[in-house]
């Protein structure tokens, strides 16, 4: 037989044992006390569906926060007219990105433009037929839409750092997605309310004068907005809605907020108090001064939680906000506001929850199919062929350990569709093996000596190997170039498990017999 | 032990014209139901929402129908899920809702169905998975799907044109797309839900399939140099022959493992099974009966037009 290469035999075994140290703290399902701290204690990494957790695809509604912009434009060009004291009819934004500028006829819409141009030196301004037309430009769009999202993942993600979530995973997907992976988590459904919420804090003065009835018959006053505030959503009672006409401008918004913190009333109700900066603070004195008397409304989302009357001036920059909160409502209103609000509201595009316990199950029964269809593999090659069948076997076993080690080394998940294919892999590792022995049954019929058809054996199957493990392997990486999330986890097992059974089968195999046979005069094959 | 006997000599190519007809009929069977019936997509693909959840006792189905209805969700299909306790909720997309409902439609169902769990019973109803699809993510997983089934198989024509030659690429290219059309099929005829795992499922059995192809394909080149004044036909035989033990002995072992995750894996792992045992056979068939053939019969048109040429 021909020579086995001793570096050949150093470097598998060195391969083997490493893969055997890694791939332990795995299998014995945890790292032991004794285990030194010098050797691997990374354990395979389960997927969400096997440990449960809320994967969530989110969609940023970039063209909402453009749309917010050109709003912005026209309260800027308001100031702007205002200041070179030209007369105007309307100022509307007209489609997500441009801002109309209705004109009397006897104000010259060059005046406009000259007065616009000094305030807005790169807006890009036409004239239509009675008036102007101001447009953002495509930098400008682009930028919004960027910062929109890049805003979005850090607010979530101070979001879910306050919520407390063990290991999230927050990534920018294409131009507007945001795929965010949470892991372990007990109640899903309160994260989910807590991620997507836009948490946009605006506090809007009541039109007093405005007439509610009307308003409600779809006739609303041109600068105002309908609104509804819920009261009394308590157990045992509907929750009611009282209609609201409010100025469309708010007053002040949440961003001036420096902090936000769930406090109690005298009735032991929840509430959550905020407090503003020195900007914030002044503004509210301020208002709060003018409007002595009226009532302020405290629209979060558009949805009003309260509407009280101002007594006084409220120094100090400290505010309450009650809405018959449960603890768990007030703590979460909490951080949303201290996290800030999303710059443009996110869409849930694609969602999927999995509970602890189907996750558990879940590796129950790849615990289960694994053992038994490894079991009847093992007895199958052993019956079958004999010897060289067993020599197949543990080819497969160290096959596992290999895939096992690689995988905790990446730290890549391993999901549900991963471990059917680590299962299937045992299916399809022997192949190799099948190959080479039904090669030396052949060489053996044609008379060969145990050795030479042995040598002959895996010479001859060796190309059949590479170029079938090959074409597979092709079809591994192109479901990892397609799959999401499961699936992927599925073509990873595949591809490690693929590369892994050439070594294993071949290399391995040969070693093994090389170091069995060397020393005897061998009559005939166990096979 | 030897199953397949070593001396075994069945005339695969001489029976070819059955297998064709065979392969054939099935093919256009499946595209037919394909066509008329289409496939059952499931939620990765169509859309939409499901919910399984699992109660302390019996899953009570009529009144949580009744429960589901009163919240505007009647047309909800509701079906028992492994075990009586648990119950799998279906929401087609168009009963689902503007975007911002979506994330609302989960609670909106437990708050419902909550109250249901009989007094006597400890604990309450658990949400074991909540799967929701938008419609858009929908159509580009169906998308990249497609994709992925079709990069596959251009990729495997290229590397076997390279390895081999352009005619054997095109046999194994023809019995990949056989392979995938009856299985495609078998889903549609039985109008069986059509899943991403079951996209994995066909995947891995086009690289099972071509796995099996390519050890045959190899096997004609060894015998080529062999059976050097023997005709392609000849060749094909022997290496069909030759190979047929390992083809079976591989494909029982495959076979023993999908059993394994068939009845033990899990619901999320049947179908993937269920299409790998299918893919199995249909790949060991076309890698038997259509792969080669096909190169068989392609070299027999060259060599007609040869002959045509000369005289």
């Given amino acids: ?64 926060a453009v749309e917010q912009a050109a709003e912005n434009l026209v309260d800027e060009i308001r100031i702007s007219l205002r200041k070179g004291k030209l007369r105007y009819q309307s100022i509307k934004r007209q489609g997500m990105d441009a801002v109309e500028i209705k004109l009397p006829s006897d104000v010259s819409k060059a005046d406009v433009t000259k007065q616009l141009k000094e305030d807005f030196r790169t807006a890009k301004i036409e004239e239509i037929p009675d008036g102007l037309r101001m447009q953002l430009t495509a930098t400008e769009v ?181 809405g018959n909160f449960t603890p768990d409502d007030a703590h979460d209103l909490a951080i949303v506001l201290r996290a800030g609000a999303l710059p443009a509201p996110v869409v849930i595009l694609e969602e999927r929850t999995v509970g602890p316990t189907l996750g558990s199950d879940s590796i129950h029964q790849g615990v289960v199919s694994s053992l038994l269809g490894g079991f009847l593999v093992i007895v199958f090659m052993g ?45 399809m590792a022997v192949d190799a093996n099948v190959l080479i022995i039904e090669r030396i049954r052949e060489e053996l019929r044609l008379g060969k000596s145990p050795m030479a058809a042995i040598d002959q054996g895996y010479a001859k199957a060796f190309m059949t190997i590479l170029d079938s493990n090959l074409t597979t392997l092709v079809t591994a990486i192109i479901l990892f170039q397609f799959g999401t999330g499961p699936v992927k986890g599925f073509a990873v097992t595949l591809t490690i498990g693929l590369v892994a059974s050439m070594f294993t089968s071949i290399t391995l195999t040969r070693m093994m017999l090389y170091y069995i046979l060397r020393n005897r005069r061998v009559q005939s094959l166990s096979l | 032990m030897e199953l397949i006997s070593s001396t075994l000599n069945i005339d695969f190519v001489g029976i070819r014209k059955w297998a064709f007809a065979i392969s054939g009929g099935l093919v256009l069977l499946s595209i037919v139901s394909l066509v008329t019936l289409g496939l059952n997509f499931g939620l990765d693909f169509a859309g939409g929402a499901v919910m399984q959840l699992r109660f302390p006792g019996p899953a009570p189905i009529a009144d949580i129908r009744t429960a589901l209805g009163e919240i505007g969700m009647g047309s909800a299909v509701i079906q028992e899920f492994g075990s009586p306790q648990e119950i799998l909720i279906r929401l087609h997309q168009e009963k689902q809702g503007s975007d911002g409902e979506a994330s609302k439609v989960a609670q909106k169902i437990v708050d419902a169905v909550s109250p249901l769990v009989d007094k006597g019973q400890e604990g309450k109803v658990e949400v074991r998975r909540f799967e929701f699809v938008g419609p858009q993510v929908g159509h580009e997983l169906t998308i990249n799907g497609i994709r992925a089934v079709i990069f596959s198989w251009l990729a495997i024509l290229v590397y076997v044109g390279f390895r081999f030659e352009f005619r054997f690429a095109l046999g194994a290219v023809l019995a990949l797309v056989h392979d995938v059309l009856i299985t495609l099929g078998f889903f549609s005829v039985t109008q069986k839900e059509f899943s991403l795992v079951v996209v994995a499922a066909v995947l891995t059995l086009i690289g099972y399939s071509i796995n099996d192809t390519i050890v045959v394909f190899d096997r004609i080149r060894d015998e080529t140099k062999r059976l050097r004044q023997h005709s392609l036909a000849v060749v094909i035989n022997e290496a069909i022959n030759r190979t047929l033990s390992r083809t079976i002995i591989t494909s029982l072992t495959v076979v023993l493992v999908l059993l394994a995750l068939f009845f033990y894996g899990g619901e999320v792992i049947h ?40 005289n």
């Fill in chain 1, 383 to 427: 019956i079958y062929y004999k010897g060289l069948g067993m020599l197949a076997n543990v080819a497969v076993m160290f096959n596992i350990f290999i895939l096992m080690a690689v995988l905790a080394a990446l730290q890549a998940a391993l999901t549900v569709p991963g471990i059917a294919g680590i299962v299937l892999l045992i299916g």
């Fill in chain 1, 142 to 322: 682009a930028e919004l839409r960027k910062f929109a999202v890049d805003q979005s993942i850090q607010t979530i993600r101070s979001r879910i750092d306050q919520f407390g979530v063990s290991e999230p995973s927050l990534q920018k997907q294409g131009e507007d997605r945001i795929l965010l992976q949470l892991p372990g988590l007990n109640d899903p459904s309160r994260a989910k309310t807590l991620i997507g919420r836009t948490a946009r804090l605006e506090f809007k003065l009541v039109d007093e004068k405005g007439d509610v009835a009307a308003a409600l018959a779809g006739t609303i006053p041109a600068d105002d907005q309908l609104l509804y505030e819920e009261r009394g959503a308590r157990k045992g009672q509907k929750a009611a809605r009282y209609p609201l006409l409010l100025k469309k401008r708010a007053a002040l918004t949440g961003d001036l907020l420096t902090d936000a913190r769930v406090n109690f009333d005298q009735n032991g109700e929840s509430l959550v108090s905020i407090t503003f900066n020195h900007q914030g603070a002044r503004k509210f004195a301020q208002l709060t001064g003018e409007h002595v008397g009226e009532r302020m409304a405290i629209v979060l989302d558009d949805k009003v939680y309260s509407a009280p009357v101002l007594r006084e001036k409220i120094e100090g920059g400290r505010a309450q906000i009650t």
């Fill in chain 2, 271 to 310: 179908d993937f099974a269920l299409t790998l045992l299918l893919g199995v056979v249909v790949g060991t068939w076309s890698s038997i009966y259509v792969a080669s053939p096909i190169v068989l019969a392609l070299e027999n048109r060259r060599l007609a037009k040869a002959r045509q040429s000369e």
């Fill in chain 1, 1 to 64: 037989m021909r020579q086995f290469p001793l570096w050949k035999t150093i470097v598998s075994v060195m391969i083997v044992l490493i893969s055997i140290l890694y791939s332990l703290p795995t299998l014995m399902g945890g790292v032991p006390t004794w285990w030194p701290s010098f050797l691997p204690a990374k354990m395979v990494y389960r997927g969400l569906d096997l440990q449960g957790g809320l994967y969530l695809l989110l969609h940023v509604q970039t063209d909402k």
